[in-house]
Each structure stands twice: as structure tokens, then as C-alpha cells.
């Protein structure tokens, strides 16, 4: 597989390299292949806490019969959004 990568991109994958952190810039790549996976996760993680939160804001108000005028898909989409 062959990459490009900005002028800027290479400058900091080099730089990693002569940290002597890694051995070469494909370790540099990998590792930040992993490190966005990772983040990606997290912020999945993040987002769907945030909607059992509301979801459980939700329940204990429809149990003291307190209701608002948004859907389901309504609060997906606020939560997507954030």
C-alpha cells in the first residue's frame, strides 16, 4: 500500500521517527491508525452514555407523568449532532 501525505503530515511522522520512539514511519502510521480507532470508540461510548442518561431521564419523568414534545429520533439526532 502506497500513501500520500501532506508536506505538514510528513514533517510530524518524521519527527516521531527521529524521537527514536519508532523505528520507521510505517510504526507511526499504524499506531495512529490505532489511536484514531481507539478515539472513535471512545467517542461512541461517550455519545451512547449520554443517551441512556436521557433515556433514564425520560423514564423516571414518564413515571411521574411528566412528558415533553420530542421524539425518540429527535433526542438521537441532538445526541448524533453534539
Not at 527521529?18 to 491508525?33: H, K, M, P, Q, T
Not at 442518561?53 to 448524533?80: H, M, P, T
Amino acid at each position: 500500500m502506497h500513501i500520500s501525505l501532506t508536506p505538514e503530515l510528513e514533517t510530524k511522522v518524521k519527527q516521531k521517527v527521529a524521537s527514536g520512539f519508532y523505528n520507521n514511519a510505517s510504526e507511526v502510521i499504524r499506531d495512529a491508525l490505532r489511536f484514531w480507532e481507539k478515539n472513535e470508540e471512545l467517542i461512541q461510548y461517550m455519545k451512547l452514555e449520554r443517551l441512556r442518561k436521557r433515556l433514564l431521564i425520560g423514564a423516571d419523568q414518564a413515571k411521574q407523568g411528566e412528558f415533553v414534545e420530542q421524539s425518540v429520533n429527535e433526542i438521537v439526532s441532538e445526541i448524533r449532532n453534539a
